[in-house]
């Protein structure tokens, strides 16, 4: 009886708490008042065309307001507080010259500062984050010199990340003034923006229990205690909110080793997939340049000639029904004695060795004819049955750079610079300092070395780190911007990246009414017939999808329930053949952690970890 009466009150505490506290509008999380807003600057819009610089010309810290901007792209901050010279002031200037865009974040406009916003103003577009201020002076000075003015009643910390995310298009904006601020701008002044990118917010600002959060933490340290990954990085959202960002562990199993932070990254491995491959093939569908439902030969026939495989059609290859190999391991032929053979191999890049497949070690460029070779003289099963394999995406690799006269990382990557992205993309050394890249595998059998900012995959690094089935790396963040871009049904910040129908087409199970294969097209779907596969049982709907990688990671998203969810981390590390991560089921409990949060208050039959037994 006694618990009876504890639910009741569990779900009624939650109705009025829910109606009191928590709304689906974001302008509740926040004070910020946006002022001006010149040719709706703000949410900012095509990230790849600014280059973009914070300056703070307060005294106070107001870190917490570029650390929130770092969440959306690349941004270079500056701190300038002292106005002694104008040599200081040159300096300064100089310092912005390579900018278009600084947002400036003062608590005070006195004469030097209005005059500094001027003289940049001249060459940089400027938005105003006034914080704290009682009044505006020199006003017309001000409005005239900035594209976009922010007001914030006070500089606490959580306020700060706020008016970042209104700048973003993370949170919408339409409060007001309380009190006239200056001549033009008075009590009940305020414009109105709507929400573009994900927000990043507190579970206690959201309809989210916290304390059923607390699971996660030692469901991960008991899996880094038992060995199963040295460490992780976990990212939830729903609705496009960010509720949980977390990293755990290390990057190896000394303690010593740099601890994983979360702008970390991680090899995604078979993620590459859906975050790499579908996403042009979904972006080259929706301008009419490629479909799904045509034939391999359609695309490739200089390549399949008379083969068999010409007339396999690239819908059931990608949803593993084509009857290909589930996998080929092409790098035991290049091996002598176990060792890679100098005959194929090179310490040293040339013209003919340009592939790079680890450290001091260089391949034949040529040796893609020799792949594709192996592949074709494979046999092709001709039952049509679900058979998962990576196969197909070395001719989706190809159709790729046929249709855009680019290779696969560079029409990814300018996807993701169009969002913003600036932490996901193929040859990690390329791109980031090493020891932000986790190691994978100790490779005893075939590169003899610690693979460390190499993709994992042998076949992708025989393909010089770019393949269709894996070579993409990257952190939590940038991976969950791609799947809320697809529960957004193509858009996201403000542009409309894919058609909402080409999402649809391949989220769904073309092939589960005619043989119970549960795939997408690329995507992971969940199992219908009991437990186990990608997910927790019973706490994803039917219509959710997502992929899970080799190295030990999952990324799932959910549009029933707006959840998102992305895990990443280095099982593989030191050897791939570790497979507690799976046996010890840490994904999926962690899924159903994030999954009872976001439905403690709709379900009082969850109990929290406070409550009594």
């Keep these: 009886m006694n618990k009876i009466i504890l639910k009741l ?8 708490w829910s109606n009191s506290l928590f709304s689906n509008d974001s302008t509740n999380f ?26 703070n010309l ?8 570029e650390a929130s901007c770092d969440n959306y792209t690349n941004i270079d901050h500056f701190h300038f507080n002292t106005f002694s010279s104008k040599r200081m002031i040159r300096a300064m200037e100089k310092e912005l010259k390579g900018f278009n865009l600084i947002i400036v974040n003062t608590d005070t406009i006195h004469f030097e500062i209005a005059n500094l916003i001027q003289e940049i103003s001249s060459k940089n577009k400027i938005i105003l984050n006034y914080v704290h201020g009682k009044k505006l002076f020199f006003e017309d000075l001000i409005i005239n010199s900035c594209q976009a003015i922010l007001y914030n009643p006070n500089s606490k910390p959580k306020n700060l990340k706020h008016a970042s995310q209104v700048v973003f298009g993370g949170l919408s904006c339409s409060n007001s003034l309380e009190n006239n601020l200056c001549e033009n701008y008075q009590s009940g002044d305020g414009l109105s923006t709507t929400k573009t990118r994900l927000s990043y917010l507190n579970p206690s600002e959201l309809d989210i229990n916290d304390s059923i959060l607390y699971k996660i933490d030692s469901i991960v340290n008991n899996g880094i205690d038992n060995h199963a990954m040295p460490g992780c990085q976990i990212l939830a959202a729903k609705d496009g909110n960010v509720f949980f960002n977390k990293s755990f562990g290390n990057h190896t199993y000394d303690s010593s080793s740099k601890k994983v932070e979360n702008s970390d990254i991680y090899d995604l491995a078979s993620i590459t997939k859906i975050a790499s491959s579908a996403l042009i093939l979904m972006q080259l569908e929706s301008e009419n340049r490629f479909s799904v439902d045509s034939t391999l030969g359609s695309y490739l026939p200089e390549i399949l000639d008379s083969t068999e495989y010409k007339n396999l059609v690239l819908k059931e290859i990608l949803t593993h029904q084509a009857g290909l190999a589930s996998w080929i391991p092409f790098y035991i032929k290049t091996l002598n004695d176990g060792m890679p053979s100098y005959e194929l191999y090179s310490k040293l890049p040339s013209n003919i060795h340009q592939s790079l497949v680890a450290k001091n070690l260089y391949m034949l460029s040529s040796y893609r004819d020799t792949i594709f070779e192996r592949i074709l003289s494979t046999d092709i099963n001709k039952n049509k049955k679900y058979k998962y394999s990576d196969v197909g995406y070395y001719f989706i690799n190809e159709i790729i750079k046929k249709i855009t006269f680019n290779s696969q990382d560079l029409i990814a990557e300018n996807i993701y610079s169009k969002i913003g992205l600036q932490n996901i993309g193929y040859n990690p050394l390329n791109k980031w300092d090493l020891n932000r890249i986790t190691p994978t595998e100790n490779d005893t059998f075939f590169r003899h ?18 393949g269709g089935h894996a070579g993409l790396f990257s952190n939590a963040n940038d991976l969950a911007v791609i799947m809320q871009m697809y529960l957004n049904k193509g858009t996201y910040g403000g542009d409309t990246i894919l058609s909402s129908d080409i999402i649809e087409k391949y989220t769904s199970s073309p092939y589960y009414n005619s043989n119970k294969n549960r795939r997408g097209i690329a995507f992971d779907k969940p199992v219908r017939d009991g437990a186990g596969g990608p997910t927790c049982f019973e706490c994803v709907s039917y219509d959710s999808f997502g992929h899970s990688g080799f190295t030990g990671n999952l990324t799932w998203a959910d549009p029933e329930s707006g959840i998102l969810y992305v895990f990443l981390s280095n099982r593989v590390y030191p050897d791939a053949e570790n497979h507690k991560l799976i046996s010890m089921n840490i994904r999926t409990e962690v899924m159903n952690v994030i999954s009872n949060a976001c439905n403690y208050f709709m379900n009082p039959a969850i109990v929290s970890p406070t409550d009594p037994d």
């Design 9 to 16: 009150w569990v779900f009624l505490l939650a109705i009025i």
């Design 30 to 55: 926040h004070s910020t008042v946006l002022l001006k807003n010149s040719r709706n600057i703000i949410p900012l819009k095509k990230l790849d065309t600014l280059k973009i610089a914070t300056l």
């Design 58 to 65: 307060s005294s106070n810290n107001l870190n917490s307001f």
């Design 449 to 466: 070395q610690l693979i460390h900012g190499y993709v994992h995959d042998q076949g992708a690094a025989l393909l010089g780190g770019v």
